[in-house]
């Protein structure tokens, strides 16, 4: 990504417009996954995902602040028993909202097609294990790398592992 691109592509993010129209996406993707139980909602079909859907999970998570439940759609990384997820939010500048909601309460709930509620417990990965995950994870959507190179943060990579209901 040359500077211009990459300077481009900030703007565009730093956009109140942005910000909403994910917003809205989101909100539509979690209730048209929740109303059929994943047969819609479940792949990805954007961007890299076009010709590449990735499958996605709805992650439920507790504000931080607010004790409020939040819903979140996700690409997700199957891993075995493990879920991988990352916090890139399109390249942004923050962290999502999400990603401090699991630091302060990491046990929580997943959703993925054909399941209701899978209890796991959510942890950022250390460096090591980041430089593991990291190139499956541009694999599977590479986006992931524009992201990262569209931002100055460390992108987080979070396992969501399984944990007794």
Same mark, same amino acid.
């Given at each position: 990504? &040359?500077?211009?691109?990459?300077? *481009?592509?900030?703007?565009? @993010?730093? $956009?109140? %417009? !942005?910000? *909403? =129209?994910? *917003?809205?996406? !989101?909100?539509?993707?979690?209730?048209?996954?929740? @109303? +059929?139980?994943?047969?819609?909602? $479940?792949?990805?079909?954007?961007?890299?995902?076009?010709? *590449?859907? %990735?499958? +996605?999970?709805?992650?439920?998570?507790?504000?931080?602040? $607010?004790? +409020?439940?939040? &819903?979140?759609?996700?690409?997700?990384?199957?891993?075995?028993?493990?879920? %991988? =997820?990352?916090? $890139?939010?399109?390249?942004?500048?923050?962290?999502?909202?999400? =990603?401090?909601?699991?630091?302060?309460?990491?046990?929580?709930? %997943?959703?993925?097609?054909?399941?209701? !509620?899978?209890? /796991?417990?959510?942890?950022?990965?250390?460096?090591?294990?980041?430089?593991?995950?990291?190139?499956?994870? =541009?694999?599977?959507?590479?986006?992931?790398?524009?992201?990262?190179? &569209?931002?100055?943060?460390?992108?987080? /990579?979070?396992?969501?592992?399984?944990?007794? !209901?």
């Amino acid at each position: 990504m &040359t500077p211009e691109e990459r300077e *481009k592509r900030q703007k565009a @993010l730093a $956009s109140p %417009v !942005a910000a *909403k =129209v994910i *917003k809205w996406m !989101a909100r539509g993707q979690v209730t048209v996954f929740r @109303l +059929t139980n994943g047969r819609i909602g $479940s792949k990805w079909r954007i961007g890299a995902g076009f010709r *590449k859907p %990735v499958p +996605t999970l709805l992650l439920d998570h507790v504000g931080r602040k $607010s004790g +409020t439940q939040f &819903t979140t759609p996700l690409l997700y990384l199957d891993d075995g028993p493990r879920l %991988v =997820v990352v916090g $890139s939010q399109g390249g942004l500048p923050k962290d999502p909202q999400w =990603v401090a909601n699991l630091r302060a309460h990491p046990d929580t709930t %997943v959703h993925v097609r054909g399941e209701r !509620a899978r209890p /796991v417990r959510a942890r950022v990965v250390d460096e090591a294990e980041r430089a593991e995950l990291w190139p499956r994870l =541009v694999e599977l959507y590479a986006d992931f790398a524009t992201y990262q190179a &569209t931002t100055d943060r460390r992108i987080p /990579v979070i396992v969501l592992e399984p944990r007794p !209901a």
